[in-house]
């Protein structure tokens, strides 16, 4: 699935589960994606941000929450992002194009991708009453090091094909679509996540996905 479209699907998401009858426990979600998130004000306070992207900041990758504040490392990479926050405070709808500010600042040869989705009016505030407008998605493009399907045949002795369904369900996608993306039935996917589950003792999806992020972040640390 295209990042254009996982970010939108994203936004999608929190402006039907993360208002006051969502039921949704949103950071419990957000904790789970492989991509740095963040949820900011208009004056680029973060509100929230999820795992992976504290530790993407302390990784070097052109930004750093500062004084409260999302901030890019560079001068000129920092007002690209702001210019994209502030228009999102005119557009916010979670319908809208993700703006995409490439971090040039970065002196990693590999670099890092933010893209700036609205985020519906009313839909997240934290305990002070601010108001989130963005949903940050940070994208380190450097090739992966974490987890892969080589790592789940050892760990789980789950087979080939069911390692790429554990991989694309930790990038965000659904059953469908990774039904779609291999050429495989909707009944075949679920046959396969039972089995990884199965394999994994774990009973629900969340878990499942928790479960594999915790694996990507540990063998990406030990990188």
Partial sequence: MRLEQRITRWGAFIEANAGPEGGVDLAEVLNCLGSGVALVDEKTRVLFHNAALARMTQEKCGLRIWGG???????????SLKAAIDRCIARTDSHGES????????????????????????????RTGSQAVALVVVVDTEPAVGLDAGFLRDAFQLSLAEAHVAIR????ETLSEIADARGITLHTARTQLKSIMSKTGISRQSELVNLLSRCDTALRTAH
Wanted: aromatic content about 4%; glycine content about 4%.
């Fill in 69 to 79: 504040q999302l901030r890019a490392e560079n001068q000129r990479d920092n007002a």
């Fill in 99 to 126: 703006a995409v500010v490439p971090l040039r600042g970065s002196d990693r040869f590999y670099p890092t991708v933010v893209s700036v989705l609205p985020v519906p009016q009313h839909t997240v505030h934290d």
């Fill in 169 to 172: 369900l930790l990038e965000g």
